[in-house]
């Protein structure tokens, strides 16, 4: 059931809404904000990965012991990073020895793979030039000083994956090889087995995978024969994983939605058993290395990150039954610590993000918080999400998040409907987190609502959800963006003169082809937004080259759908001002889409970042785009 958001903001002065002063400076959102991710534990110690803007964007391993105190885990110079898939994830790794943690890793730019005990770091294995090795997913052999891992070898052609087996010495052993992509290989605690997945082209990992595992022999360093438990019909099974005791864990979407899989092993083989009735989603689509939406506990329990109606639950499996546990709002799965308190990464809607550690029920401690609030900010200045559930093309319904402008000081005027920020997130297999976020924040502080739309292909409801974008990118998620702002303006919501519509990468063309299709928007802005399909499929990377064949079809093929469906070729239907923000270094989606389609606009305009890839890190970059984007929309609502 829908809840009908307040469309107006705590009594104060009356500035134009859009204008309102914000205590949400470029700073406060470039300069000191942490991000974190990937959170791990062992013993009682708590890790995770946390990106530092005025650190130039270094990602640093850092640790909480189990006297509370916080360290770095990396020495001064080194950034946690890879660019296998371009995207990356996974790149470190970390156990206790002795009590003390190790961690090895890939460098974001000297690559490799590097050990640390937290003052030096020496090298295990190199780049090399040609062919160049880049890493991902490491995982410490249980049993030896070597690392399990993911490797893309680029030379001539098109890059080759194979997982490998790296010692401390820096040689390496292929242990399996022959697919185009690999992802998680898992030992066993005991490290009898490894555990992996796979695909190939034109598949993605969200729609058809490979889970396979293989007993490895460690008198030769290979692996034995391999057992596919991918099951009788193709989906896509992920985020293989093992318990204390040594039982593997995978979630599979072929019930509809990623419902963990247990395997149990005896002398006949790997079993399988289904863990619906969940009633939530547990798993995510596989865009970075790294995800862990289960972990297993002893006694045969699973804990797990379930997403229902697009919101964040913490469940647990024991018995054969799933229960909702109060573990405060993680956008993780909780890791539990040796003395039955659990570690995750708080993010509820109205709080930065925090690292958290505390008990099921009980109030959590959030001891290293992403950023600290200005004094005197209430809840009445944050503004938090309404679910909104809504009639889309072809009676189907669709899902968003809304937010009302939000502030202790200003509100809007008598009669005033305050301007409306429509959000197409990029995937398109992405979400709208509820989470508290800045890039939310940024806006309704200053007076504007924002919708941010789960349009048909987002992660979260289910496989149908996500397959209704099958064939229909550029149609569907442009009528579900639309219908979603008529939905706003029908509840007297939102200013219908003042709608503006921003999106990164996939969501750029949605951005783009809703400028084109309808007269709702007074403006709009594309950040690394894709803008010419043909382009995107001959020059994008290994990872994303087959995409479209699902979201499109196949090309050169169906050429005839790319070019309708490209917002170059609409951009003749594009009559409102258009701003185009851009890497200089982007791969995924190369510069030149934007600046192809700046020319064809007569009211737009390009800013390029040369440093730039595929998403904004560097303070200078964040700082200037949030900057530039409300002067732009200011400047067009004659503020």
């Given at each position: 059931?829908?809840?009908?958001?307040?469309?107006?903001?705590?009594?104060?002065?009356?500035?134009?809404?859009?204008?309102?002063?914000?205590?949400?400076?470029?700073?406060?959102?470039a300069?000191?904000?942490?991000?974190?991710?990937?959170?791990?534990?062992?013993?009682?110690?708590?890790?995770?990965?946390?990106?530092?803007?005025?650190?130039?964007g270094?990602?640093?391993?850092?640790?909480?012991?189990?006297?509370g105190?916080?360290?770095?885990?990396?020495?001064?110079?080194?950034?946690?990073?890879?660019?296998?898939?371009?995207?990356?994830?996974?790149?470190?790794?970390?156990?206790?020895?002795?009590?003390?943690?190790?961690?090895?890793?890939?460098?974001?730019?000297?690559?490799?793979?590097?050990?640390?005990?937290?003052?030096?770091?020496?090298?295990?294995a190199?780049?090399a030039?040609?062919?160049?090795?880049?890493?991902?997913?490491?995982?410490?052999?249980?049993?030896?000083?070597?690392?399990?891992?993911?490797?893309?070898?680029?030379?001539e052609?098109?890059?080759?994956?194979?997982?490998?087996?790296?010692?401390?010495?820096?040689?390496?052993?292929?242990?399996?090889?022959?697919?185009?992509?690999?992802?998680?290989?898992?030992?066993?605690?005991?490290?009898?087995?490894?555990?992996?997945?796979?695909?190939?082209?034109?598949?993605?990992?969200?729609?058809?995978?490979?889970?396979c595992?293989?007993?490895?022999?460690?008198?030769?360093?290979?692996?034995?024969?391999?057992?596919?438990?991918?099951?009788?019909?193709?989906?896509?099974?992920?985020?293989?994983?093992?318990?204390?005791?040594?039982?593997?864990?995978?979630?599979?979407?072929?019930?509809?939605?990623?419902?963990?899989?247990?395997?149990?092993?005896?002398?006949?083989?790997?079993?399988?058993?289904?863990?619906?009735?969940?009633?939530?989603?547990i798993?995510?689509?596989?865009?970075?290395?790294?995800?862990?939406?289960?972990?297993?506990?002893?006694?045969?329990r699973?804990?797990?990150?379930?997403?229902?109606?697009?919101?964040?639950?913490?469940?647990?499996?024991?018995?054969?039954?799933?229960?909702?546990?109060?573990l405060?709002?993680?956008?993780?799965?909780?890791?539990?610590?040796?003395?039955?308190?659990?570690?995750?990464?708080?993010?509820?809607?109205?709080?930065?993000?925090?690292?958290?550690?505390?008990?099921?029920?009980?109030?959590?401690?959030?001891?290293?918080?992403?950023?600290?609030?200005?004094?005197?900010?209430?809840?009445?200045?944050?503004?938090?999400?309404?679910?909104?559930?809504?009639?889309?093309?072809?009676?189907?319904?669709?899902?968003?998040?809304?937010?009302?402008?939000?502030?202790?000081?200003?509100?809007?005027?008598?009669?005033?409907?305050?301007?409306?920020v429509v959000?197409?997130?990029?995937?398109?297999?992405?979400?709208?987190?509820?989470?508290?976020?800045?890039?939310?924040q940024?806006?309704?502080?200053?007076?504007?609502?924002?919708?941010?739309?789960?349009?048909?292909?987002?992660?979260g409801?289910?496989?149908?959800?996500?397959?209704?974008?099958?064939?229909?990118?550029?149609?569907?998620?442009?009528?579900?963006?639309?219908?979603?702002?008529?939905?706003?303006?029908?509840?007297?919501?939102?200013?219908?003169?003042?709608?503006?519509?921003?999106?990164?990468?996939?969501?750029?063309?949605?951005?783009?082809?809703?400028?084109?299709?309808?007269?709702l928007?007074?403006?709009?802005?594309?950040?690394?937004?894709?803008?010419?399909?043909?382009?995107?499929?001959?020059?994008?990377?290994?990872?994303?080259?087959?995409?479209?064949?699902?979201?499109?079809?196949?090309?050169p093929?169906?050429?005839?759908?790319?070019?309708?469906?490209?917002?170059?070729t609409?951009?003749?239907?594009?009559?409102?001002?258009?701003?185009?923000?851009?890497?200089?270094?982007?791969?995924?989606?190369?510069?030149?889409?934007?600046?192809?389609?700046?020319?064809?606009?007569?009211?737009?305009?390009?800013?390029?970042?040369?440093?730039?890839?595929?998403?904004?890190?560097?303070?200078?970059?964040?700082?200037?785009?949030?900057?530039?984007?409300?002067?732009?929309?200011?400047?067009?609502f004659?503020?």
């Amino acid at each position: 059931m829908t809840t009908s958001p307040s469309p107006t903001a705590t009594p104060g002065a009356t500035s134009a809404s859009g204008n309102w002063p914000s205590w949400v400076t470029p700073e406060l959102v470039a300069g000191r904000t942490l991000s974190f991710s990937e959170l791990r534990t062992a013993g009682n110690w708590t890790f995770w990965l946390e990106s530092r803007p005025d650190e130039e964007g270094r990602s640093v391993i850092t640790a909480r012991d189990p006297e509370g105190r916080i360290r770095d885990l990396i020495p001064p110079g080194y950034s946690v990073g890879t660019r296998v898939h371009e995207y990356g994830g996974g790149a470190w790794d970390v156990r206790l020895k002795e009590g003390a943690p190790q961690v090895v890793f890939s460098d974001r730019k000297r690559g490799g793979i590097w050990f640390s005990n937290g003052t030096t770091a020496t090298q295990w294995a190199q780049a090399a030039e040609t062919p160049e090795h880049r890493y991902a997913d490491l995982t410490f052999d249980p049993l030896s000083e070597a690392v399990f891992c993911v490797r893309e070898s680029h030379g001539e052609g098109t890059p080759v994956a194979t997982l490998v087996h790296v010692q401390s010495n820096g040689s390496e052993t292929v242990l399996v090889k022959g697919a185009d992509f690999y992802a998680a290989p898992r030992p066993s605690p005991d490290g009898r087995f490894l555990a992996w997945f796979s695909w190939n082209d034109p598949a993605m990992p969200w729609t058809v995978t490979t889970l396979c595992v293989a007993p490895f022999d460690r008198t030769t360093g290979t692996l034995g024969p391999v057992t596919d438990l991918s099951g009788p019909k193709p989906c896509s099974i992920i985020e293989p994983c093992w318990s204390p005791d040594g039982t593997l864990y995978a979630t599979s979407d072929a019930s509809g939605r990623w419902t963990p899989i247990r395997f149990f092993h005896d002398d006949t083989g790997w079993h399988p058993h289904s863990l619906d009735g969940a009633n939530a989603e547990i798993g995510l689509p596989h865009w970075v290395f790294g995800q862990r939406s289960m972990a297993p506990l002893l006694g045969n329990r699973l804990l797990a990150l379930g997403i229902r109606h697009g919101l964040n639950h913490v469940l647990l499996e024991e018995n054969g039954h799933w229960t909702d546990v109060s573990l405060g709002s993680p956008v993780n799965v909780t890791q539990p610590l040796e003395d039955g308190h659990f570690a995750w990464i708080d993010a509820p809607a109205d709080a930065p993000a925090a690292i958290a550690m505390g008990r099921p029920g009980e109030a959590c401690n959030r001891f290293r918080t992403s950023v600290t609030l200005p004094p005197g900010i209430t809840k009445a200045d944050i503004a938090t999400p309404t679910p909104l559930t809504f009639p889309t093309a072809n009676g189907a319904e669709a899902h968003a998040l809304f937010y009302a402008p939000a502030s202790s000081t200003s509100a809007l005027q008598d009669g005033e409907k305050p301007p409306l920020v429509v959000m197409a997130h990029g995937g398109p297999t992405g979400r709208a987190n509820p989470s508290f976020a800045f890039k939310v924040q940024w806006w309704t502080s200053r007076g504007f609502a924002v919708l941010d739309v789960n349009y048909r292909g987002s992660t979260g409801f289910g496989r149908a959800y996500r397959e209704a974008l099958d064939g229909q990118w550029g149609v569907a998620d442009i009528e579900d963006c639309l219908a979603g702002v008529q939905a706003v303006l029908a509840r007297g919501l939102a200013d219908p003169a003042r709608c503006v519509i921003r999106g990164s990468s996939a969501g750029g063309l949605t951005v783009l082809g809703a400028l084109a299709q309808s007269d709702l928007f007074a403006a709009g802005t594309s950040l690394y937004g894709v803008t010419d399909l043909r382009a995107l499929a001959e020059e994008t990377h290994k990872f994303e080259a087959r995409y479209l064949d699902g979201l499109i079809g196949p090309y050169p093929e169906d050429e005839a759908v790319y070019l309708k469906r490209s917002p170059i070729t609409q951009a003749g239907g594009i009559s409102v001002p258009v701003l185009f923000l851009h890497g200089g270094a982007d791969r995924v989606v190369p510069l030149s889409q934007a600046e192809s389609m700046r020319t064809k606009l007569e009211h737009s305009a390009l800013h390029v970042y040369p440093e730039e890839a595929h998403g904004f890190r560097a303070r200078d970059t964040i700082e200037d785009a949030l900057q530039r984007e409300l002067a732009f929309y200011q400047q067009v609502f004659g503020q």
